[in-house]
């Protein structure tokens, strides 16, 4: 069983940064897969970011390329959702999930461990 911790959400004006976590505990490999996704009120959850291969590979929402990043913290099965140059479309409830799956090079076909989701809010 994955346990998902998401941390490090809060407000911040446009333009301004922040840094979210994701730890998933519970197993002893490196997990293939691991993403951030957000979710605005009355709209459907959309995936941001993923860290897949065993941390990497790295793919991107359009609408956050060159403004956020996703990298593998130090820490085993931590990854880390750096936000830059926030704007106010970028807000929501920002949930971290993985497969649980050990890293053998396949893809990411369902994200089975939720985190309980950390709130971002920017205002113009």
């Known amino acids: 069983q994955v346990t998902v911790v998401e941390s490090g959400g809060g407000s911040v004006q446009a333009g301004g940064s922040l840094r979210l976590s994701c730890a998933a505990s519970?197993?002893?490999?490196?997990?293939?897969?691991i993403a951030w996704f957000r979710q605005v009120s009355g709209k459907e959850r959309e995936g941001v970011a993923t860290?897949?291969?065993?941390?990497?590979?790295?793919t991107y929402h359009d609408s956050v390329k060159g403004r956020f990043t996703i990298s593998q913290d130090n820490a085993r099965n931590t990854v880390v959702l750096q936000m830059d140059s926030l704007k106010p479309e970028d807000a929501g409830m920002y949930y971290c999930a993985t497969d649980g799956m050990p890293d053998a090079g396949g893809s990411c076909e369902q994200w089975k461990y939720w985190g309980q989701g950390t709130q971002v809010t920017v205002s113009s």
């Open positions: 519970g197993v002893s490999y490196i997990i293939q897969c």
């Open positions: 860290l897949y291969g065993g941390g990497r590979m790295k």
